[in-house]
């Protein structure tokens, strides 16, 4: 089982920027991939950005360019800076890990809430 703890949300203006964190711990070694997805209210949530073991990374079409998605291995952290925000941008970010042979993200932080006010 993994343990993710993410913190960095928060309420910030259009075009400004905020740095999520989340904090792997337990079985790490079991991870494939860990990823930020979003659910804002009344949508579903959201693939934003992913990172698999191997250094691969993608990002969701709508945050491309203002995004980026890091990792720090020898803390087990990931982080998702994120530039020019917009109100469009306002939910909950969870933190999300897939387990070695796993077909989905398994393993879920609490969540963070970002608000972009506008």
């Known amino acids: 089982q993994v343990q993710l703890v993410e913190s960095g949300g928060g309420l910030v203006q259009t075009g400004g920027s905020l740095r999520l964190s989340c904090a792997a711990s337990?079985?790490?070694?079991?991870?494939?991939?860990m990823g930020w997805y979003r659910q804002a209210p009344g949508k579903q949530r959201e693939l934003v950005a992913a990172i698999t073991s191997g250094g691969s990374i993608n990002y969701a079409d709508s945050v491309k360019g203002r995004f980026t998605i890091s990792r720090d291995i020898a803390k087990n952290t990931i982080y998702l800076q994120m530039n020019a925000l917009k109100p469009e941008d306002t939910a909950v970010y969870y933190c999300?890990?897939?387990?070695?042979?796993?077909?989905?993200?398994?393993?879920w932080g609490q969540g963070t809430q970002v608000t972009v006010a506008s």
């Open positions: 999300a890990a897939q387990g070695v042979g796993a077909s989905n993200y398994n393993n």
């Open positions: 337990g079985n790490i070694f079991s991870i494939n991939a």
